[in-house]
């Protein structure tokens, strides 16, 4: 079974820094492309980041130059997503998309991970 697992979340003032990690498990042949997504409370879920099979990037125009979404090279199943200057209105649930798996059987999926908690607070 295809798997992604954020981790990394947690309580940071304003003007701080985190990491997000999400990490791919199952009978992975390849992952194209990898996105951030976030959800702050009554509000839509968001896309953050995004990174191509290639190396291309996009950001949210909220999070240009503050975030940057990359790939390990070594382990293509894992994917970071480096906060700065973070903000109140940063605080979310951050969930790590892979929106096309290609397994070892050939098939393509769009997996999701269940989300870590990012709380900028004083």
């Known amino acids: 079974q295809l798997q992604l697992v954020e981790s990394g979340g947690g309580l940071v003032q304003p003007g701080g820094s985190l990491r997000l990690s999400c990490t791919a498990s199952?009978?992975?042949?390849?992952?194209?492309?990898w996105r951030w997504y976030r959800q702050a409370p009554g509000k839509q879920r968001e896309l953050v980041a995004a990174?191509?099979?290639?190396?291309?990037?996009?950001y949210a125009d909220s999070v240009k130059g503050r975030f940057t979404i990359s790939r390990d090279n070594a382990r293509n199943t894992v994917v970071y997503l480096q906060m700065n200057s973070l903000k109140f209105e940063d605080t979310a649930v951050y969930y790590c998309?892979?929106?096309?798996?290609?397994?070892?059987?050939?098939?393509?999926?769009?997996?999701w991970g269940q989300g870590t908690l990012v709380t900028v607070s004083p």
């Open positions: 998309n892979a929106p096309s798996v290609q397994s070892v059987r050939g098939t393509y999926v769009e997996v």
């Open positions: 199952g009978s992975i042949f390849r992952i194209n492309a």
């Open positions: 990174v191509t099979s290639g190396g291309s990037t996009n």
